[in-house]
């Protein structure tokens, strides 16, 4: 079956395995990728392409149907139970390419990818602190 998300795993993030699943669910929520009435992968599914744990993918899945995302409908899967409000998907398109264009910058100024992220994270920080972010 085609599912509208496919979940990867950075395993030396840092992160634990079913945090990255949920928040693998919520951008793509925010991004409009998943919309209300969507399925996510079963637990089996996931388990299959990720060799996982079934538990780490049904503790995401309770993680987000606590906050109220999905729904888990017995005998039939996981659905999702609404977005997450945030920019239109036009909005998201420009802020995208405005971000593409500093990516591009930034490697063309020698930075690295640590280097962007530390940048990145930096800059995040400052801006909630500024109540910007």
């Known amino acids: ?3 509208l ?3 990867n795993l950075d395993r030396s993030s840092g992160v634990s395995t079913y945090l990255q699943l949920v928040h693998q669910v919520k951008q793509a929520l925010r991004l409009g990728t998943l919309r209300p009435g969507d ?3 079963t637990a089996r599914e996931v388990v299959e392409s990720l060799a996982i744990n079934p538990n ?6 309770r993680e987000l149907e606590r906050e109220g995302l999905v ?3 017995p005998g039939m899967g996981t659905f999702v139970r609404r977005g997450i409000a945030g920019p239109t ?3 998201h398109t420009r802020l995208r390419r405005d971000l593409e264009a500093w990516v591009r ?3 063309a ?13 930096v800059v995040l920080a400052d801006a909630a602190k500024k109540g910007v972010a």
């Open 56 to 61: 780490t993918v049904l503790k995401a899945y």
């Open 89 to 91: 998907l036009a909005e």
């Open 105 to 107: 910058d930034a490697r």
């Open 71 to 73: 729904e888990g409908r």
């Open 39 to 41: 399925q996510l992968p």
């Open 109 to 121: 100024a020698g930075l690295d990818q640590e280097d962007l992220r530390a940048l990145f994270s």
């Open 5 to 7: 998300i496919e979940f």
């Open 1 to 3: 079956m085609f599912w």
